[in-house]
C-alpha cells in the first residue's frame, strides 16, 4: 500500500484514511456486488471516494429542512448533496481516527513528562499571554489546591480547571488546541480525520457522484454551483485519484502474485516470476475492451482483491469516457 499512500501524498490524510477502508475490509464489501449489480456498485465506490477526494462543503443553507427543494433548478439530473458515509465505513475511520489520536496523545505525554517536567505551565492557551511567576508556591492553600488538582501532563493546566485531562479528549483538534506550554502541536501535521468524521450540521456537495451519473457539466454549474473555471480542474484531479488507487492496487497485486507464500490451489509450483504472476491465470476475465496490467485474474489473487481491482478499474473506465467527452 506504500505506492498508493506516496502517489496521494497530497491528498493526506485521506490517503491514509483510503488505506484504512482497506485493510478494513469496507470497500471490499462495497465492490463485492460488481457483478450482481454493476451500476450501484460503481456508484457507491464514487460515493466513498467523494467523501476522501472530492469534499466540498455546501453552505449550511442547504442543511435546512426542505432547502435542496428550494435551491435545486428546475428538472436538474444533480441530487446535489453526496450521501453520508455508510455506518461501516464511518466506524472503520473513527476507530482509525482513535488510533491516530492515542499515538499522537502518547507522544505529547512522554515529551511533557520527560522534556517539561520541570518548566512552569504558565502561558494561557487562548490568548497566549504568559502569567507571573508565583511567589507563594509553599502556602498552605497552594499545596492543598496541587494536592487535590487532576494530574494533567500534555493538557494545559489552565484547560484542567474545567475537568478536562489528557484522557478526555476526543479529537485531534482538542489535543492539539490545549496543548501545555512548551509544547507545540500542530493539528495540520497529524493526519487526524476530525473534519471528514466531523461535519458540524454541514452537508457534502456531490458534484463528482452527479456527474459520474449523467455527465452534465452545466448541470455541475447551476445546481452543484461549481465555477466554470475549475470544474475541468476538479473532475481531472477525481480521475488522477482513481489512476492512482488503480496503480497502487496493480502493485499490490504484483507483490501477492510473486510471493510463494500466497500459494493458491490453482499454483502448480512450477510459475515463471519473469511475468510477474500473469503466467497463472484461473481465466476470470477482467472486462471486454478494457485495458489494464491484469486483464485476467492472477492465481494468487483472492476473490476479494479481484472484486475491488475489477470494480476500480471499471469505474475509472466509465468516469475517464465522461470526462474525455468534455475535451471536443
Known amino acids: 500500500m506504500f505506492p498508493l499512500v506516496a502517489h496521494l501524498y497530497h491528498t493526506e490524510p485521506s490517503n491514509l484514511a483510503l488505506v484504512a477502508l482497506l485493510q478494513g475490509g469496507v470497500l471490499h464489501r462495497i465492490c463485492a456486488s460488481i457483478d450482481l449489480n454493476p451500476i450501484d456498485t460503481k456508484r457507491n465506490l464514487v460515493a466513498v471516494l467523494s467523501h476522501l477526494f472530492a469534499r466540498r462543503l455546501l453552505p449550511r443553507l442547504y442543511s435546512g429542512e426542505g432547502a435542496l427543494q428550494r435551491l435545486r433548478p428546475p428538472k436538474s439530473p444533480s441530487r446535489i448533496i453526496l450521501p453520508s458515509l455508510s455506518s461501516d465505513a464511518y466506524r472503520t475511520l473513527s476507530e482509525h481516527n482513535n488510533l491516530i489520536l492515542e499515538t499522537f496523545r502518547g507522544y505529547a505525554r512522554s515529551y511533557a513528562t520527560q522534556y517539561l517536567s520541570e518548566s512552569p505551565d504558565n502561558v494561557l492557551p487562548l490568548s497566549k499571554e504568559t502569567l507571573a511567576h508565583s511567589t507563594g508556591r509553599d502556602a ?3 499545596l492543598t489546591l496541587r494536592r487535590k488538582a487532576v494530574k494533567v501532563d500534555a493538557t494545559s493546566s489552565f484547560v484542567a480547571n474545567s475537568g478536562v ?5 476526543t479529537t485531534v483538534t482538542d489535543l492539539a488546541r490545549t496543548a501545555r506550554s512548551g509544547l ?4 495540520n501535521a497529524i ?4 473534519d471528514l468524521l466531523a461535519l458540524d450540521g454541514r452537508v457534502v456537495n456531490g458534484y463528482i457522484l452527479d456527474y459520474f451519473t449523467h455527465g452534465q457539466i452545466q448541470a455541475l454549474i447551476e445546481a452543484n454551483r461549481v465555477r466554470r473555471s475549475d470544474v475541468w480542474f476538479a473532475l481531472q484531479d477525481f480521475s488522477i485519484a482513481l489512476a492512482t488507487l488503480q496503480t497502487g492496487l496493480e502493485h499490490y497485486m504484483k507483490a501477492a502474485a510473486a510471493d510463494p507464500n500466497l500459494d493458491s490451489e490453482s499454483s502448480d509450483g512450477d510459475d515463471d516470476q519473469e511475468d510477474e504472476g500473469r503466467d497463472e491465470i484461473e481465466g476470470e476475465i477482467l472486462e471486454p475492451g478494457t485495458t489494464s496490467t491484469f486483464p485476467v485474474k492472477p492465481a494468487r489473487i483472492t476473490d476479494g482483491d479481484w472484486k475491488v481491482y475489477r470494480a476500480v478499474v471499471l469505474t475509472k473506465r466509465e468516469f475517464d469516457e465522461k470526462f474525455r467527452a468534455m475535451w471536443a
Do not use: A, Q, V
Request: charged share 25%; glycine share 6%; aromatic share 6%.
Open 165 to 169: 485531562t489528557d484522557s478526555s479528549l
Open 191 to 194: 493526519p487526524g480525520l476530525d
Open 140 to 142: 498552605p492553600f497552594i
Open 184 to 187: 507545540h502541536l500542530d493539528k
